[in-house]
Structure formats: structure tokens, C-alpha cells
């Protein structure tokens, strides 16, 4: 049992989930989503916590959800000390930057996956068949080049694995085609304003993924994270070169000391030295804190 576990249900919060990052809890009708600093590669959460993690991705979120919202509804209800609720209060110190109380919704099985730039998994699919989810793309492009214009590539969400790159048409037949279109026109949206901002501070967003799901009243709304290092590519303008891989603002350092070791990626995974942790944590803070200005 986790620490936020045996402290919230000693008050009565029912758990309801632990992701890789977010344990999520339900009080009075509301959930509460904690980021803790723990950290995953290649699917497997890591024995070895990295400081303030969860308090960057948190209010990272906060930050995108409170700049996007006259774009799209989103979750967020809460994220102030003040608005804890009583049986919470006593509890300020562990919650304190790291929770969010929202909105319950019924999530739609999408990931909603938004590239401005050739990379990662629609690279090896532009090299297989010069196509990213049925989109195709013009000839000789390089890795990490910037595409004409952005794409909508959305994904499967995967229990277990990685998630599967599907064509728009299946997302029109798992949703609807008035869904489907309004995921991806609202998608391209977000990431475009997005891109424009983090463009102003020097970083590029290459590419991002975004949840959506549709509250008790009918809303469509974003939900659990926005625009973070864990579900986005972000790069620095200023050493971006296309044609090889780019330096990432996010867990790369862990997973680059963990291709060095002898394993084979399947639980337990091994403890980070010290000198891992300390880099990771330095690159988190930093698109922190250049994307809003301010220091943690």
C-alpha cells in the first residue's frame, strides 16, 4: 500500500486505481487524481522515484487545462490548498501541488495523438509505407522533419502494451463520424495553440497526445493529463536539427541507462543510480519552467 493510499483511506477516500504516474481516488461525488514521482520505460514502473516529478506533471497540467479551456471544456474543478475537502486538509502536506479534484466522465478508448513532426512510431510507419495512419505523406522526407501541416494519428488505448496507430476511419467506427471529426478538429486545435506557445519560449512540440470524455450532462471534455513531458515530445528550438534523433525533454536519460544494462525490460526493473535521477529531474524542471515562465 502507497503512501498516499494509507493516508487517504484512513479518511475514507475509496480507491479506485493506480496508473504508472496517478493513483485515483472518489470523494463526494468528485475523483481525485494525486501525481506521485513515479516513473515508467518501456511499460514497467521503476523502483526508483524521481523528486517533484509528480508536482511538475501536475501543475503542468494545471497550467494547459486553465489556457485551453476557451477551446474546449475540460475536468479540472480544483487544485488549491483552500480547496481541499475537510477530511483532506490534514493531509495538505503530501496533496499539496499534486492533486487535482475533477470531474468524473466515461472515458472514450482514444488516444488522440496530434505530430507536427515525423518521429518516433509514425517515422517507422512512414518507412514501412510512406503513410501515418492512412495519411499520406510526401516522398524523402527525413526523421524528425516538420510535416506540411499537423496530423491527427490517433491510437488504441492499450491495457497492457503499447498503444496501436489506427486509420480515422476505425475511429469513426468505434464513435461515430460527428465524434470522430470533433476529437480530431478540437486535437489539431489544442496542439496548434500549443505549438505557438511553447514556439514563443524557444521549445518545439513535436507531437502530443490528449484524452477525452464525455461527462454525466453530455460534455466533451479533455481529462486526465495536458501537454506534460510524459505525454508530449517537446525539443529545444535552438539545437533542433531534422534528419537525427532529437534530445527530449522528458525520461530519455532513464531510458538511454537502461538500453546500457543487461535487461530484458520485464518487471522488476532495476533501481536508478543517483546521477540518473538528479538529470531526469533537471530536465523536467526545465520545461517546467520555460513553458510557463515560473520556477516550481
Not at 475523483?31 to 521503476?46: E, G, H, N, Q
Not at 491510437?155 to 502494451?161: D, I, N, R, S
Not at 490528449?210 to 460534455?219: K, Q, S
Amino acid at each position: 500500500m502507497t503512501l498516499w493510499e494509507t493516508n487517504l483511506q484512513a479518511e475514507k477516500v475509496r480507491f479506485l486505481k493506480r496508473g504508472k504516474v496517478r493513483d485515483i481516488y472518489e470523494i463526494n461525488g468528485q475523483l481525485l487524481i494525486v501525481a506521485t514521482d513515479r516513473i515508467s520505460a518501456f511499460d514497467v514502473v521503476l523502483p526508483t522515484p524521481i523528486p517533484d516529478k509528480g508536482r511538475i506533471l501536475n501543475r503542468l497540467s494545471v497550467f494547459w487545462f486553465e489556457r485551453t479551456k476557451h477551446i474546449v471544456p475540460n475536468h479540472l474543478l480544483a487544485f488549491k490548498e483552500a480547496d481541499l475537502p475537510e477530511p483532506l486538509k490534514s493531509h495538505a502536506d503530501l496533496l499539496l501541488d499534486r492533486f487535482m479534484l475533477v470531474r468524473k466522465a466515461t472515458v472514450i478508448p482514444i488516444e488522440c495523438v496530434v505530430r507536427g513532426y515525423l518521429y518516433g512510431s509514425a517515422w517507422k510507419d512512414y518507412q514501412g509505407t510512406g503513410e501515418v495512419c492512412g495519411i499520406k505523406l510526401p516522398t524523402g522526407m527525413k526523421l524528425a522533419e516538420k510535416l506540411p501541416e499537423p496530423i491527427f494519428t490517433p491510437a488504441t488505448k492499450a491495457q497492457v502494451g503499447h498503444d496501436e496507430n489506427i486509420p480515422f476511419g476505425k475511429v469513426v467506427n468505434l464513435v461515430g463520424k460527428e465524434l470522430a471529426e470533433r476529437l480530431r478538429d478540437l486535437s489539431i486545435q489544442i496542439y496548434q495553440f500549443a505549438a505557438a506557445h511553447a514556439e514563443e519560449r524557444g521549445l518545439i512540440l513535436a507531437d502530443t497526445k490528449f484524452e477525452f470524455g464525455i461527462a454525466e450532462d453530455g460534455t466533451l471534455m479533455l481529462i486526465d493529463e495536458l501537454l506534460t513531458p510524459d505525454s508530449s515530445r517537446f525539443w529545444d528550438a535552438s539545437t533542433y536539427e531534422p534528419g537525427k534523433p532529437q534530445e527530449n525533454f522528458d525520461k530519455q536519460f532513464v531510458r538511454d541507462y537502461l538500453e546500457s544494462l543487461n535487461w530484458n525490460k520485464e518487471p522488476p526493473a532495476p533501481e536508478l543510480p543517483p546521477e540518473v535521477v538528479a538529470k531526469t529531474r533537471e530536465r523536467y524542471l526545465e520545461a517546467y519552467r520555460r513553458l510557463t515562465g515560473e520556477e516550481l
